[in-house]
């Protein structure tokens, strides 16, 4: 599934997320002008922040994919899927080959759950992540 979508999904379960005493952030390599008409199109309920040097991708260990990656066919079937819904691509101004993840921290900062996209279009299923949630101790 394309980032977009998998923020969607975020943004779906973001009351949940909220309850459980998560907080959400998103972190993108682009410009804060690009980010912040993202968030606003995409209704997005929290904060992405910019990191253009990508320390954070490399904090987390967040590598650059190959095109054999980025244009799989698991990548390609979830654009084609995103068309079909009338999600238009956007033409890519910044490097589409920055692979993502997603991180659950504790409230110490501990990192609880870690999943590195192998593709372009590989995300976790929004229950791992909840469920990493659920686990965690967040308590303030």
């Known amino acids: 599934m394309s980032c977009r979508e998998h ?61 054999a990656q980025v244009w799989s066919p698991n990548a390609v079937r979830s654009y084609a899927r995103g068309l079909l819904r009338g ?20 409230w110490q900062g501990r990192v609880v759950y870690e999943y590195r996209s192998e593709e372009s279009a590989d995300r976790p299923a929004i229950e791992s992540l909840l469920d990493a949630v659920r686990a965690a101790d967040n308590r303030p």
């Open 87 to 106: 999600r238009l691509p956007r033409l890519p101004r910044a490097d589409i080959a920055q692979l993502g993840g997603d991180f659950v921290l504790d």
């Open 7 to 67: 923020l969607a999904q975020l943004r779906e379960h973001q009351e949940e997320l909220e309850q459980l005493g998560a907080v959400v952030l998103g972190v993108s390599f682009e410009e804060p002008s690009v980010i912040a008409g993202f968030a606003e199109r995409e209704s997005l309920p929290y904060p992405i922040l910019s990191d253009p040097e990508r320390r954070a991708y490399r904090v987390f260990g967040l590598e650059r994919g190959a095109t």
